[in-house]
């Protein structure tokens, strides 16, 4: 699947510049770091979280105007990755430092008003993330399933890698009541496995406020 964002000819003004504007603020709010970069790994974009990620230097870091990893034994993978992707429609994953996961799929840029035409510029969106942050809130969960805070605590928590039994002894809570909230869980979002939770409560980027 390409990834199809519509731009303008250089030196027009109007609604697809300011609407691609308001896509680039949307991926501030989800928490997510977001590059754009060139088949050469040249930055073209990189939202808020990106930034921070590449002024740390330890996950990922610019050299020269390119993007490169933080450790040089992974920097040769990321660079295959940009350059295989910007070849084809399919998409590909790679772990970096810090245990970050980076996600790479071409996106097909056009100029406005026409077609897929020999003007047509790969460009490739890398997505950072950390499968031990930025998950769903208590409250989002709440909102989303009707859970109780208690029950939303324990998701949240079994989302970013707890186990029942250490949940229970840091939060002083009785196994026995722990299995009743996990069953309510499971009850109230139509799953049953603790993996299958900790994949849906991922999947929902998470807000704050």
Known sequence: MDLMTEVQE?????APHEELGHAYDALDVLGWA????????????????????????????????LLVAGADDTSAALRSAIEAVADTTRCATLRLGEGYLATLQRMAYRV???????????????VLKHPGRGVASPAQLMDAFGMTAAEARLASAIAQGASLEQY??????????????????FLKTGIGRQVDLVALVHAIPRCEG
Do not use: K
């Not at 088949?39 to 990189?46: H, I, M, N, P, S």
């Not at 002083?172 to 009541?177: C, E, N, S, W, Y």
């Open 168 to 185: 229970g002894a840091e939060h002083d809570v009785r196994p026995g009541t722990l299995r009743t909230q996990l069953s309510s869980i």
């Open 34 to 65: 977001v590059l754009v970069v060139t088949q050469d790994a040249r930055v073209l974009y990189a939202n808020r979280e990106a930034g921070r990620l590449l002024g740390r230097g330890e996950v990922v870091q610019l050299r020269d105007g």
């Open 112 to 126: 406005s008003g026409g077609g897929r035409s020999p003007t047509d510029r790969a460009r490739i969106a890398v």
């Open 10 to 14: 250089p030196g027009t003004t109007g």
